[in-house]
Nanobody
Framework: QVQLVESGGGLVQPGGSLRLSCAAS????????MGWYRQAPGKQRELVAA???????NYADSVKGRFTISRDNAQNTVYLQMNSLNPENTAVYSC????????????WGQGTQVPAPS
């Protein structure tokens, strides 16, 4: 019943921009901390950006100043605006929803591909 569906990945020119979206259903969205993660082949999944309680945000050092995370609780959607893209950003990007309850409840989307720019 819980679904997180990412969209917006694609091919861009070096230095170009993309905006990723993650639409959630089956959860009380405003109660969840939301994050964007990425995983490249042969590498571990890493946190890219998160928006947590009180709309506090944090970012990986490698994307600070270039990526922006935001959320629209009325649309049950979290966004990741990615600027100044380069091949080092190539990965599958996934969104995560975490309730931060005592059970450690969390959910993952299937991910969306961001290929190397041409």
């Amino acid at each position: 019943q819980v679904q997180l569906v990412e969209s917006g990945g694609g091919l861009v020119q070096p230095g170009g921009s993309l905006r990723l979206s993650c639409a959630a259903s089956g959860i009380m969205f405003s109660r969840y901390d939301m994050g964007w993660y990425r995983q490249a082949p042969g590498k571990q999944r890493e946190l890219v950006a998160a928006i947590i309680s009180g709309d506090t945000t944090n970012y990986a050092d490698s994307v600070k100043g270039r990526f922006t995370i935001s959320r629209d609780n009325a649309q049950n959607t979290v966004y990741l605006q990615m600027n100044s893209l380069n091949p080092e950003n190539t990965a599958v990007y996934s969104c995560n929803a975490a309730l931060n309850d005592y059970r450690g409840t969390f959910y993952w989307g299937q991910g969306t591909q961001v290929p190397a720019p041409s």
